[in-house]
């Protein structure tokens, strides 16, 4: 089946450090590929997403490309700031139906 | 603006007793979904509905319950059968139209039994 494979948390980095956060995916065909951010007491945003391999999807400084090769969907931030402290869910849609199947999310902690 | 919202924001409820949980989205969407968060474990899907009047169990429904009347709406109950409830609830809904179907959420509902 389908599922969704991340990096396990906590990540501290103090700020302005270079942030990688690891995500593989196992899908059959051709998925879509997203990252949300929930921030503390709050629901989910959708941050950035990729449909097809090789596209880049960014936002708020943070990237990601779709590596079809690898299988990976890494969300990257060139200098993180305090208020980036949150968790980070890497998701898959197989486009088949309606449904999103999520990881379990990093959660992030950015020092002044 | 559009968006979703989930009341109450906090609810506490005694054991035994069922509780209603609240989504309602102004955003036109055909699906509605209810998803449950614990800490550590990510989201697991309970209800989702592609339409009016229809519903699927996710993976956790046992102990759940979910209505469809209107296309704004999509209420959960949390019975007396389920024997772990507390956890954060989060609502979501989705345009539907594959494969740009990403998901939009609200705010969450925190529930406790005491």
């Known amino acids: 089946g389908n599922s969704v494979t991340q990096m396990e948390g906590p990540v501290t980095l103090s700020e302005e450090a270079f942030l990688t956060i690891n995500c593989t995916y196992t899908?059959?065909?051709?998925?879509?590929l997203f990252w949300y951010v929930q921030y503390p007491g709050e629901g989910l945003q959708l941050l950035l997403k990729?449909?097809?391999?090789?596209d880049k999807g960014s936002n708020k400084g943070f990237e990601a490309t779709y590596r079809k090769e690898t299988t990976s969907f890494h969300l990257e931030k060139g200098s993180v700031q305090v208020s980036d402290s949150a968790v980070y869910f890497c998701a898959l849609s197989d486009n088949r139906d309606d449904k999103i199947i999520f990881g379990k999310g990093t959660r992030l902690h950015i020092l002044p | 603006d559009g968006g979703i919202t989930q009341s109450p924001k906090y609810l506490f409820r005694k054991e035994g007793q069922n509780v209603t949980l609240s989504c309602e989205q102004n955003?036109?969407?055909?699906?509605m979904y209810w998803y449950r968060q614990d800490p550590g474990q990510g989201l697991r899907l309970i209800y989702y509905s592609q339409i009016v009047n229809d519903f699927q169990k996710g993976d956790i429904a046992e102990g759940y319950s979910v209505s469809r009347e209107k296309k704004e709406s999509f209420p959960l109950t949390v019975t007396s059968a389920q024997k772990n409830p507390t956890a954060f609830y989060l609502c979501?809904?989705?345009?539907?139209?594959?494969?740009?179907?990403?998901?939009?959420f609200g705010p969450g509902t925190r529930l406790t039994v005491l």
């Open positions: 899908a059959t065909g051709y998925p879509s």
């Open positions: 990729a449909t097809k391999a090789d």
């Open positions: 955003l036109n969407h055909d699906a």
């Open positions: 979501a809904s989705s345009g539907g139209r594959v494969p740009y179907n990403e998901q939009f």
